[in-house]
């Protein structure tokens, strides 16, 4: 819109008298000749004005000059800074809301942030949505989609100085108010004291008044140590404790950021962590704790680091999953592990799934299958994740390490590190008798074996794995290995394509475990002092269709049942066998006697017979 000024104005005048004020308002620009102006009151034909805006001079306008509403550089640097500002104060991503800062959000008198959803209509019961969208509690269906949403930030609550001093033992504090998710009959729950006269320490709530979000209560905690002077407590998981506290059935969010852990978070109900990605960065600062210890059912984790301030000894680990009972259906999924001692531990678990994470720099292992009373056969899966060691002290013993009954599935893994930095790719040291799938790994750079099994087994298929540059001489570092056993039952190796780091080093594929059911079929073999090196006393072995490249000795038998093998051997070789009677071999060179035409022969027990 413009206009023309009715009266001439001076430089010094702050109103302008014009022809018409139709279109113009408060709060914008104006402009006459080079001038501009910004329009603080209109009353009138008369413009409340400030001079020398947007960097322009005041100057002596002439009555008749035309006076126009533009947008100017002003006016666009005026909305962005509001937008600015606005951004700054939601924060990026939205991370400075919290449920505090939100209204509606609770119902009631409970601490609960609530999200639409779900629920009964009792007080402080999760909303849902009625015919017409409006919230409500009448008529919600259990189970929908309102599970409540935790930002962990709102639950790191600001310590608190309750003065007086601290003993070793129990010490009964009083904290004004009582924070959210701080309970006296919580369990597994840590709070950190620091400041004051004392060694800083995580101490256990054993007990005490305290209900979340009361204005004042007690709680008992346990001190390793004496504190005195202005000591103060606080979280002892940068809120994430007190967040799965407030609802066990809810999903916990953790943003971008820094979260140390002066103790572990115990889990006690069904509970979703999610994080913004690796930047969600929660460590450990002491090396003899797990970040997170879960004792029910249906866990996650994901989107996150779990890492350790420094490298981890014994007891340490990322997650754990435990429980007296049982602990099923967990579930972690990208997520970087590294400088943990064991990166996921689960003990007694069932059920659970693994995938998509990254193993890195990991101390002992990456993933430990135990099992101390509750077989694992409920299914563990183990699928698409990266392992990888590097720059430690001395080497890892495995990246993933089965210590548990069976039914396991180990799919589609990404193995590596350096020949001294990871002894083993898969390794097993416990009783397998309800089955176990290891197929389609890629495993590298080993020390002393690929695959290797110590202990009784049966069921088990290693089948279609990558397995290269393991070090080592035959009997000491192999492929895959079966070690001593007492029993050995229906395992299949077959598929797989392995390459040794030296053609008169290392054993492709060795058998000394006593039993019977080894299938050894459409395995290649390459660069490996021994393809297969066979050193049990008794058992069957059915070999068949292995191809070898730059094997010094593909066959090495020792007083082992040979049925149906199809791997040919020179006459040399075969001579040098003596397996149990009934052995069946295929020469391929000559006959069985040094001459004729290669051919298939018998172990009478005594001689090489057609």
């Not at 090396?287 to 981890?312: H, K, R």
Request: proline share 3%.
């Amino acid at each position: 819109m413009q206009t023309t000024l009715s009266a001439p104005m001076l430089s010094t005048d702050n109103v302008a008298i014009v022809t018409s004020s139709t279109g113009f308002a408060p709060n914008m620009y104006a402009s006459v000749g080079t001038e501009i102006m910004f329009v603080t009151a209109v009353s009138g034909n008369v413009l409340t004005v400030t001079r020398n805006c947007d960097s322009t001079t005041a100057a002596q306008e002439a009555a008749g000059s035309v006076i126009a509403g533009y947008l100017v550089a002003g006016h666009h640097n005026t909305v962005k800074n509001e937008l600015e500002a606005i951004e700054a104060a939601l924060g990026l991503n939205l991370h400075n809301i919290t449920w505090s800062t939100i209204q509606g959000t609770r119902q009631g008198n409970t601490n609960v942030p609530q999200m639409a959803g779900t629920n009964s209509g009792v007080t402080g019961a999760t909303l849902c949505d009625d015919a017409s969208g409006n919230a409500t509690t009448s008529g919600c269906i259990s189970g929908g989609g309102g599970v409540p949403f935790l930002v962990v930030g709102t639950y790191n609550f600001t310590p608190q100085t309750p003065g007086g001093n601290l003993s070793i033992g129990s010490n009964t504090i009083t904290l004004t108010p009582c924070p959210l998710g701080v309970n006296g009959a919580d369990l597994g729950h840590y709070l950190y004291v620091s400041g004051g006269t004392g060694a800083a320490e995580a101490g256990l709530i054993t007990g005490g008044t305290c209900t979340s979000g009361l204005s004042s209560g007690t709680i008992i905690a346990s001190m390793a140590g004496t504190h005195t002077g202005a000591w103060t407590i606080q979280s002892a998981t940068s809120g994430i404790q007190e967040a799965a506290n407030i609802n066990t059935s809810s999903m916990v969010y953790i943003k971008s950021g820094n979260y140390p852990l002066y103790a572990t978070v115990t889990v006690n109900g069904t509970i979703a962590f999610e994080g913004d990605g690796f930047n969600s960065y929660i460590y450990t600062t002491g090396t003899n704790y797990c970040a997170f210890t879960s004792t029910g059912n249906g866990d996650v984790w994901e989107s996150m680091t779990l890492s350790s301030a420094s490298p981890q000894i014994a007891g340490g680990c990322g997650i754990k999953l435990t429980s007296s009972g049982s602990n099923e259906f967990a579930r972690v999924s990208y997520v970087n592990f590294t400088n943990l001692y064991n990166c996921l531990y689960a003990l007694n678990a069932g059920a659970w799934y693994v995938d998509r994470n990254s193993f890195q720099n990991f101390v002992n292992a990456g993933v430990v299958v135990g099992d101390a009373s509750t077989p694992d056969n409920g299914g563990p899966s183990i699928i698409g994740n990266i392992f990888v060691t590097y720059s430690l002290s001395s080497p890892a013993f495995a990246a993933i390490a089965l210590q548990s009954t069976g039914g396991i599935r180990i799919v589609g893994n990404a193995i590596g590190g350096d020949l001294t930095q990871l002894d083993y790719g898969i390794f097993s040291t416990s009783t397998l008798s309800s089955g176990v799938i290891i197929d389609g790994n890629d495993i590298e750079n080993t020390g002393l074996a690929g695959i290797g099994f110590s202990g009784t087994y049966s069921r088990v298929t290693v089948s279609n794995n990558t397995i290269s540059n393991f070090g080592g001489d035959p009997g000491t570092w192999e492929g895959i290995l079966f070690g001593s056993s007492s029993t050995v039952g229906l395992v299949s190796i077959t598929g797989n394509a392995i390459q040794g780091s030296t053609a008169s080093g290392n054993t492709c594929i060795q058998l000394q475990s006593a039993g019977n059911g080894y299938a050894v079929t459409g395995n290649q073999l390459s660069t490996c002092g021994t393809g297969i090196y066979t050193i049990a006393s008794t058992g069957a072995i059915t070999l068949g269709n292995n191809q070898m490249y730059s094997v010094t000795t593909p066959l090495s038998v020792n007083s082992t049942t040979l049925l149906a093998l199809t791997t040919p051997v020179t006459y040399a070789q075969l001579v040098t066998l003596a397996p149990a009677p009934g052995s069946v071999m295929s020469t391929s060179d000559t006959g069985c006697a040094g001459s004729g035409s290669p051919t298939t022969c018998v172990w009478s027990g005594s001689a090489w017979a057609h």
